[in-house]
């Protein structure tokens, strides 16, 4: 017990250094507008780097995104950075989207390819847009050249992308994506602390040298996650499966567990240097609020 005491007693020491983050949804009505509004208003108090707002496939909640966006502007001291995808939009409209974002105060891009709309399974980009990721990213940095000098975020995928052949080529069009400008990568869920651990040191071992902020999901609904998982083709370990089983009725206990789970993933990274956290919150703010506690936030 005075080695678990002492190992504690070290973490809480060391966390006053830890950064978050948070990413949220577009709301689609009034109800979801409120818990959106509850979750900002819980998690603001942690004084985040960023706030982050998805951008849905095909660009599908323009409007709604960038409506969450100004209001998060002009209702609290939030920092946002807007996902941008450049599926479905030609370089000019992503040109004025990012002339409009630039005029209200935004000054963070996460810019993403984006995922092909559902209902179009042939879909094909747009003729006179961005292809790739890094494309848009360079199309971004090109607006230097008139005083716009966004701050620009990209993804990383620790098990790689889905399309990707192979880890080794996913990292190969990360670092394109870095080499056009990208200041930052968040990645993509994960719950084995080596994946992560794994990802940085290739991407080290290519020659990125970005800060790299891994992207923590509490499992608040272990159903979801796997749904999730599997979209993303991210493998849940066996364990978590033992550890969810038989809990889709015990709500209270289940939040438990997942709070232990993040925190000690957040904990195994922290003791490997990492110092920042991206939470996929899903617009609910109270497990992400109890990770952060414990991490050393300060929610008062």
Known sequence: ?????????????????????????????????????????????????????????????????????????????????????CIAASKQEIAEILHNYWQIGVRHIVALRGDMPASSPNYQLHQDGYQYASDLVAGIKDLAKYGINFDISVAGYPQKHPQASSLEQDIYYLKQKVDAGASRIITQFFFEAEDFLRFVDLCHKNKIFVPIIPGILPVSNFAQVQHFAKMCDIAIPGWMFELFNNLDNHKETRQLIASVVATELCRILHNYGINEFHFYTLNRADLTLAICHLLGGNIS
């Open 1 to 85: 017990m005075a080695l678990i005491n002492h190992s504690l007693a070290n973490f809480i020491a060391k966390r006053n250094n830890v950064k978050f983050s948070f990413e949220f949804f577009p709301p689609k009505n009034e109800e979801m507008e409120q818990k959106l509004w509850q979750a900002i208003n819980s998690l603001k108090h942690l004084n985040p780097s960023f706030v982050s707002v998805t951008y849905g496939a095909g660009g599908s909640t323009r409007e709604r995104t960038h409506q969450t966006i100004q209001k998060i502007l002009t209702q609290t001291a939030l920092k946002p950075a807007s996902h941008l995808t």
